[in-house]
Nanobody, 114 residues
Framework: QVQLVESGGGLVQAGGSLRLSCAAA????????MGWYRQAPGKQRELIAT??????TNYADSVKGRFTISRDVKNSLYLQMNGLRPEDTAIYYC?????????WGQGTQVTVSS
């Protein structure tokens, strides 16, 4: 199994920056693709960025050019968020895909004030 723990969320003013982290533990060698998702109140969870084991990245149009996803050799996942907007307010989750299935973290709250 894989355990994921997010951190780095908080309250920030519009235009500010935050860096989210997702620490992986357990069978980290089995992790393939990883991604960041978010869920705002009353809305469905949405995919915002993914990164493959080879480092290929993809972004949702809503965050392209503002957010950067990265990962390290221990399969910890990061999300650098710049130019934050009130509409970025949500709970942010990391996800890891493995041979046996997908795993989620518990989420970290990001609140952007106007």
């Amino acid at each position: 199994q894989v355990q994921l723990v997010e951190s780095g969320g908080g309250l920030v003013q519009a235009g500010g920056s935050l860096r989210l982290s997702c620490a992986a533990a357990g069978r980290i060698f089995s992790i393939d693709d990883m991604g960041w998702y978010r869920q705002a109140p009353g809305k469905q969870r949405e995919l915002i960025a993914t990164i493959s084991s080879g480092g290929d990245t993809n972004y949702a149009d809503s965050v392209k050019g503002r957010f950067t996803i990265s990962r390290d050799v221990k399969n910890s996942l990061y999300l650098q968020m710049n130019g934050l907007r009130p509409e970025d307010t949500a709970i942010y989750y990391c996800k890891a895909k493995t041979t046996w299935g997908a795993y989620w973290g518990q989420g970290t709250q990001v609140t952007v004030s106007s």
